[in-house]
Nanobody, 123 residues
Framework: QVQLVESGGGLVQAGDSLRLSCAAS????????MGWFRQAPGKEREFVAV???????YYADSVKGRFTISRDYAKNTVYLQMNSLKPEDTAVYYC?????????????????WGQGTQVTVSS
């Protein structure tokens, strides 16, 4: 069993930066791919970024060049550095773990989820 706890969300202005953190429990964290997804009101949950256990990272086109996903194996933590934030980035951001390390962009492929953290970007 893996438990994920996100933090770092908040209210910022367009152009600002935020760093989200996702702390994972369990010794198998390092074997999992870790993803970030987001869900805006009235919209479906969408893929943001994923990092595999080897460190390969992949991003949604909407955030490529602005967001960076990384992981600290010693701290069992995955991060999402978000720069040049836009109002359309406003959403609840979720961290997720994929025990099969597939690097998938589909939320159905993930086994464990955090509770989410709100990011609001004002114009």
């Amino acid at each position: 069993q893996v438990q994920l706890v996100e933090s770092g969300g908040g209210l910022v202005q367009a152009g600002d930066s935020l760093r989200l953190s996702c702390a994972a429990s369990g010794r198998t964290f390092n074997a999992y791919a870790m993803g970030w997804f987001r869900q805006a009101p009235g919209k479906e949950r969408e893929f943001v970024a994923v990092i595999t256990r080897s460190g390969y990272a992949y991003y949604a086109d909407s955030v490529k060049g602005r967001f960076t996903i990384s992981r600290d194996y010693a701290k069992n933590t995955v991060y999402l550095q978000m720069n040049s934030l836009k109002p359309e980035d406003t959403a609840v951001y979720y961290c997720a773990a994929d025990r099969w390390n597939s690097g998938s962009t589909r939320f159905s492929e993930y086994d464990y989820w955090g509770q989410g953290t709100q990011v609001t970007v004002s114009s």
